[in-house]
Structures are given as structure tokens and as C-alpha cells.
Nanobody, 123 residues
């Protein structure tokens, strides 16, 4: 399984971005998985934002999502998205997609990671 993130960039406070994570080697409509978004600031631990799993239920979010971030998926494209609205300078981080080839109800312990995409929010 390989993950490739895209969509990061520089945005002003209050702006929006939509990140994408394309998964190859994983079939969203057949395989068991838990896949989600995380972010990391240099010198700090990686922080979970939210995940979805192969069970088809609603995404489950960590506190960092703060009601401003929404995760969605496209099972045909084997891609998940992170819609980020009302961005703040403290959202500046490298955003990663992570996956575990098991269906879980929690958003940690991912086995495979993408290389990440940088999001910078200017004040």
C-alpha cells in the first residue's frame, strides 16, 4: 500500500484548503482498513485529526478537528479528503495520511504513512 498526499499550500487565516490522499494497493470497496489524517509540527508528536474505516460508517474525529475539518472518501478513486475551513495559524503543520489494513474504531496505530503535504496558514 502506498499513500500520496496533495493539496497543501499557503493560505491566509480564515481560508480553506482541501487535501487529498490517494491510496494504491488498497481497494476501498473490498479490503479492511482504517485510514485517516494526521498532522505534525516539528519537535512535536504527530496528532490525529480523524479517520474512516471500511465499515462504511461516519468518520470519527479527534479533538484537533474542532468542527472545522471534515473527512470524506471516494471509493471509486480510492482517495480520502480533508476539507479544512476557517484555518488558523495554529493549523500550520505537515499533514499526513496514514492507514492500517484492519478495521478499527480508533484513529491511531497506523502502519503505513504518506510523505505528507505542508499547510501554512498566515496571520
Amino acid at each position: 500500500v502506498q499513500l500520496v498526499e496533495s493539496g497543501g499550500g499557503l493560505v491566509q487565516t480564515g481560508g480553506s484548503l482541501r487535501l487529498s490522499c490517494a491510496a494504491s494497493g488498497l481497494a476501498f470497496d473490498r479490503d479492511d482498513y482504517t485510514i485517516g489524517w494526521f498532522r505534525q509540527v516539528p519537535g512535536e508528536d504527530r496528532e490525529g485529526i480523524g479517520c474512516i474505516n471500511s465499515g462504511g460508517g461516519a468518520p470519527f474525529y479527534e479533538d484537533s478537528a474542532q468542527g472545522r475539518f471534515i473527512i470524506s472518501s471516494d471509493k471509486v478513486k480510492n482517495t480520502i479528503y480533508l476539507q479544512m475551513d476557517n484555518l488558523k495559524p495554529e493549523d500550520t503543520a505537515k499533514y499526513y495520511c496514514g492507514v492500517d489494513e484492519a478495521e478499527k474504531s480508533w484513529c491511531h496505530g497506523m502502519e503505513i504513512w504518506g510523505k505528507g503535504t505542508q499547510v501554512t496558514v498566515s496571520s
